[in-house]
């Protein structure tokens, strides 16, 4: 065999295995829509203090977000393509609503104070990479990056003790913030065709501060809602359309 036979030979065996592996996700573009919640990890919504509220002595009690607002409904729209065989860019815009529960958070005279925190609206504008471990064959695994801003709508807060006749209704708690967020997914899916693949996500995200407004006059209570950052734990049910 002379040597250009071989030299075709050996291209007409090799290319079929090359583009093969070079298929993957690369040059694939895809729409995916999300739904889902989450569960908060860490982070306050009162912080302690002691003063007085309408001249009666008070105190707070730390409280933790989870315990005054639950994530009821988280949805996202994301735009992805290809960059190589197992990795791919994505964006995302997502909607979140976060609800609030009434909690003792405290007293006042010795009674019960509570709190009610308003419902609260969420949007998030994400960039990030994602990393299959499986990127071919019906059922895909991946890892992910993300970060982004969310817009934190301004959040109000109702206080009551029924014993004394006290309410304090819609003051101003936290203002409306934008926050860095950043974190992680892993996710699996399964193909139901060549173009439409279902799936679930989870996911750890970190959110910035949110700003506080001024709250009660007594300056021992006035920062209570100076609070910190949250970490939280996003859960979707996902499906992906491919073109």
């Known amino acids: 065999m002379t040597p250009r036979r071989l030299l075709a030979t050996v291209i007409l065996v090799i290319a079929p295995i090359v583009a093969a592996h070079a298929q ?4 694939t573009r895809s729409v995916t829509v999300f739904v889902g919640t989450g569960l908060t990890l860490a982070g306050n919504a009162i912080e302690e203090g002691v003063g007085t509220i309408d001249g009666k002595p008070s105190v707070l009690v730390e409280q933790a977000l989870s315990n005054h607002f639950s994530d ?8 992805s393509l290809g960059l190589d065989y197992n990795k791919e860019v994505f964006a995302t815009f997502a909607y979140g609503k ?10 006042v005279s010795g009674y019960p104070l509570r709190a009610r925190l308003s419902n ?3 949007f998030d504008f994400e960039g990030g990479l994602r990393y299959y471990l499986r990127p071919e064959g019906p059922i895909r695994t991946y890892v992910a990056v993300a970060a982004g801003l969310r817009h934190l709508q301004a959040t109000d ?9 006290l309410t304090l209704d819609n003051q101003p708690y936290f203002k409306g913030s934008a926050l860095l967020i950043f974190g992680g997914d892993t996710g699996v899916s399964y193909d139901v065709s ?5 799936g679930v996500e989870l996911g750890l995200r ?7 407004e001024p709250l009660f006059a007594d300056p021992g209570l006035r920062s209570v809602n100076d609070t910190g950052s949250r970490w939280s734990l996003p859960i979707s049910a996902f499906a992906k359309v491919r073109f």
């Not at 009821?72 to 735009?79: D, P, S, V, W, Y």
């Not at 807060?157 to 006749?165: K, L, Y």
């Open 24 to 27: 993957g996700v690369e040059g």
């Open 72 to 79: 009821a409904l988280r949805l996202r729209f994301t735009g």
């Open 98 to 107: 976060y609800n609030g529960t009434e909690r003792i958070v405290g007293s």
């Open 120 to 122: 609260s609206d969420v």
């Open 157 to 165: 807060a109702t206080f009551r003790v029924v014993e004394v006749g």
């Open 194 to 198: 060549d173009t439409i693949a279902l």
């Open 206 to 212: 970190y959110q910035g501060k949110p700003g506080a």
